[in-house]
């Protein structure tokens, strides 16, 4: 009721001023005012020629089309549990996680993923210094490279290690994790974070490593040594090169990665580029890294003829599909929501896309909070999206997403938020 009255005393004040500025525009003979009249009610599809405001000229200046619904690369997520994949009733001793992107190789799908079998679940970065030879700090600590393959996405079958912990003082030694898969000149190329102590005890810090073979099923040869340095003492990614993200675009290897830099809780994760002629190097790092000023676990995938970028979490930027036509200068392409974590999406053309990108509409995400705080694991699961130039789901288009109350109330306030409340509220 009170709405209705507050609704009615909007529409007649809308219509006052509207009424006064039509007659202050006649008065005073502004005949272009008269001409450019209000907003078109159906959409024009290119910018039109009037004065605009700062939203409606980005709304033409940065968007493929005006409608999200229309734009190619806006997308919402779904996502599907996965069969086949065994947590050990989820008592934290085993957790997969950082999922590759998928490729199709001998009628299958693969996939490479970080895994840790550990006797005790994680005891967190923070007590990183009580981790040993056999209790993991993160869940990330003390981990082998393994994958799997699957016929339809849905069901995978785990197919076993793929790269081990190569032996004390070799790049790796202490766990090896967070792998994505590069197929060039025939062969097979895996790149991965290669820990030489366990995560947490100064930082996460950690270079590129790199294992090869001549088919996805292996065997894999380390290539011992590090194949993305991290930076000059003072430069962003001084102590960690992550998420290393391989692809093919003009003719070069493109290996894009994040690097989390300031002092925490103060610092900022971006992504930047390495690129060679050759998968073990050498790399060189991209003179404007970074690429990204936002970002954790960066896709990548050949759109059209350029390049475009899952962005989720940390960062201004967060939740956004970003696009280069260069592969290099990026801009805000769509935003979006619930997307997937680590996502390794399945890219047909990631190494072969000669400008012509086809873009992607599904992979393998993870969630990192499967567990229990002491028992802590992650799971991997699939989502689906349409940011594809071959698919066309109007379901996956959709921008206003209904989701349960359970939803929000699982994000519950803290302990100390609530007492903060009652104590405001005195
Ligand atoms: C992930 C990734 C990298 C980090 C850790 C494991 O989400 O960004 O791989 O090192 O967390």
């Known amino acids: 009721m009170k709405l209705d009255i507050l609704n009615k005393n909007r529409i007649t004040t809308t219509f006052s001023i509207g009424l006064a500025a039509l007659i202050l525009a006649t008065s005073c003979g502004s005949s272009k005012q008269k001409e450019i ?7 024009p599809q290119t910018k039109p020629n009037r ?20 734009n190619e690369l806006f997308s919402s997520f779904k996502y599907t549990q996965l069969k086949g994949f065994d947590y050990r009733n989820g008592d934290g001793t085993v957790s997969r996680r950082d999922p590759s992107k998928i490729i199709f190789e001998n009628g299958k799908y693969y996939v490479w993923y970080t895994k840790r079998d550990t006797k005790v679940p994680p ?10 030879d056999v209790i993991p700090s993160t869940d990330w600590d003390l981990c082998e490279i393994w994958y799997a393959t699957s016929k339809d996405g849905l069901t995978w079958e785990e197919q076993g290690v793929a790269v081990k912990r190569p032996p004390m003082p070799e790049v790796g030694w202490r766990s090896v994790a967070t792998p994505d898969i590069l197929k060039w000149k025939g062969k097979y190329y895996l790149y991965y974070q290669g820990f030489m102590e366990a995560s947490g005890k100064k930082g996460d810090h950690c270079p590129v490593a790199a294992s090869y073979a001549d088919s996805p099923d292996g065997p894999w040869t380390p290539a011992n040594k590090v194949i993305v340095e991290n930076g000059p003492a003072g430069t962003w990614d001084q102590f960690s090169i992550h998420d290393p993200y391989p692809l093919v675009y003009k003719g070069k290897i493109y290996l894009y990665f994040k690097a989390a830099y300031g002092d925490r809780p103060d ?4 992504n930047g580029l390495a690129m060679a002629d050759n998968p073990l190097g050498p790399f060189t790092k991209h003179p404007l890294n970074p690429l990204f000023n936002s970002g954790h676990e960066t896709a990548l995938f050949p759109f059209k003829e350029g390049i475009a970028a899952l962005i989720t979490s940390n960062g201004n930027e967060n939740n956004t599909i970003q ?23 399945y890219v047909p053309d990631a190494f072969t896309s000669n400008g012509n990108g086809r873009g992607i509409s599904w992979g393998l995400s993870h969630f990192v909070n499967a567990g229990t705080p002491n028992k802590g694991y992650s799971i991997l699961a699939r989502f689906d999206c349409d ?16 989701l349960k109350p359970e939803v929000y109330f699982s994000q519950g306030l803290s ?12």
């Open 267 to 270: 610092y900022l994760v971006g």
């Open 51 to 70: 004065p605009l405001s700062a939203a409606m000229e980005r709304l033409y200046d940065n968007y493929l089309t005006p409608r999200p619904e229309d």
């Open 415 to 426: 302990g100390k938020q609530l007492e903060r409340i009652k104590k405001e509220a005195k």
């Open 323 to 345: 696009y280069a036509k260069d592969g290099i200068n990026f801009n805000i392409a769509s935003v979006s929501s619930l997307f997937p974590a680590a996502a390794g999406a």
């Open 37 to 43: 009249g209000g907003y078109p009610w159906d959409i």
């Open 387 to 402: 940011l594809s130039l071959d698919v066309n789901d109007p379901e996956l288009k959709k921008t206003h997403l209904f």
């Open 123 to 132: 005891i967190g970065a923070h007590r990183a210094s009580e981790s040993t």
